[in-house]
């Protein structure tokens, strides 16, 4: 079957696994910002896109499958969490116009008219040509929530541990409504999975609350809710083929593709804080004059350097654009002529943000080494709800939260 070796792995995130897809996205009611979630009533809307590079229109087609708190497939069968037959076929298809790369851009809609979610809970979609069901094109995940509880809290530099220094803390609350939840029981059924700026690296599952009260549960003064503060994203734009702009040293075309050098980066562990206003990691898909850049958009080949002394830590370069992939994919080359780091990737035309990654202990990722922490950062903080009564069968998602720090 076409999940056969997606199932066996660890998890499921959002990335591409044929080399020919590229800009895969998940975007909640249109806007780049929100969190991928919905609810049961589909009353947000959540739109899966991507491009293939080549000329000839594809057959694509989707599976859905229902996932755990750790986004592991669960052993709930497709009748159970699904209305409709699978694998549906994506209609929404469209070459691109007057590029000088060629694409095709793919899109599907949940909810939909062939598929209607049941559960809430965890779900991933996995592309597939119908020619080639057995290899995957992509996985895209998202969420669908009940909306029966409420998370409230703050995100403050006073942490357990420094005042004022290189962290941030949360202090979350959980409340419910006996009416719909009357038996819940939040030190045994329910855990709060906790991530920064939707990097993978960074999420806690909190499994006990601090305290309860009577239809509230308090999480404060826990070690897993204090983070690493980091520092802004570095960003850089390319929407215009003719001009360099913010981030951008020097643009050249070779066909079929635009390379675009970065401005050369420094380290920033030891530098002050200055305020930027950046994405939070996000990429926004933009070109100059386009009625429609997701056709119209290039692609180019953006080129970092970062100037460091080599390390014996591998470096690795993290963002939305990335989904995540700390591996060989996106680790920078140490160029021993130049004495700098190197690393390339073809991407569409947009506004990016990005930040470089280390495991300093070969365990732990973080960019402190690098970037360096300040507790002035602006960060965002995703709080999902999952509830799994003594017997239930699969994690049901109460609420989904999202939390900001001040600058």
């Not at 357990?160 to 819940?184: E, N, R």
């Not at 920064?196 to 826990?222: G, V």
């Not at 950046?278 to 350097?305: K, M, P, S, V």
């Amino acid at each position: 079957m076409i999940l056969a070796v997606l199932l066996c792995a660890l998890s499921f995130w959002t990335h591409p696994v044929d080399g020919r897809v590229r800009t895969l996205r998940t975007v909640a009611d249109g806007d780049f910002r929100q969190l991928p979630w919905t609810d049961l009533e589909g009353n947000r809307q959540i739109e899966i896109s991507f491009d293939m590079l080549e000329p000839n229109e594809e057959d694509v087609r989707y599976r859905v499958v229902h996932c755990d708190r750790n986004w592991e497939a669960d052993d709930l069968s497709e009748l159970d969490y699904a209305d409709g037959f699978m694998p549906a076929r994506v209609e929404h298809r469209y070459p691109s116009w007057n590029t000088r790369t060629n694409y095709w851009h793919y899109s599907v809609t949940f909810p939909n008219d062939d598929i209607r979610l049941l559960l809430s809970g965890n779900y991933a979609v996995v592309f597939h040509t119908e020619d080639d069901p057995e290899k995957p094109l992509a996985v895209a995940t998202f969420s669908v929530t009940e909306q029966n509880a409420v998370v409230s809290g703050e995100v403050s530099p006073n942490t357990d541990i420094g005042y004022l220094a290189f962290h941030q803390q949360l202090t979350l609350a959980l409340s419910w409504s006996q009416q719909h939840l009357p038996w819940i029981d939040p030190t045994n059924e329910v855990t709060l999975a906790v991530t920064q700026n939707r990097q993978a690296h960074t999420r806690r599952l909190i499994t006990t609350p601090s305290r309860i009260e009577p239809s509230r549960a308090w999480y404060e003064h826990l070690r897993p809710l204090i983070f690493e503060a980091g520092n802004n994203w570095r960003r850089f734009e390319f929407v215009d083929e003719h001009y360099v702009t913010i981030g951008v040293e020097a643009l050249s075309y070779h066909p079929p593709y635009y390379y675009v050098l970065l401005n050369r980066d420094e380290s920033k562990a030891q530098a002050h804080y200055t305020y930027d206003q950046d994405q939070e990691g996000r990429f926004l898909i933009a070109a100059r004059g386009a009625d429609n850049a997701d056709l119209e958009a290039e692609y180019f080949w953006a080129q970092w350097t970062l100037d460091i002394p080599q390390t014996l830590t591998p470096i690795y370069l993290t963002g939305d654009f990335l989904y995540g992939n700390l591996s060989s994919d996106t680790q920078m080359e140490w160029d021993p002529e130049q004495g700098v780091y190197h690393y390339e990737h073809l991407l569409k035309q947009g506004a990016y943000n990005y930040q470089y990654v280390t495991s300093p202990d070969g365990i732990h990722l973080t960019t402190s080494q690098i970037e360096g922490n300040h507790y002035e950062a602006e960060n965002e903080y995703e709080v999902y709800v999952y509830y799994r009564p003594t017997g239930g069968r699969y994690d049901r998602l109460l609420s989904v939260a999202l939390f900001q720090s001040l600058p």
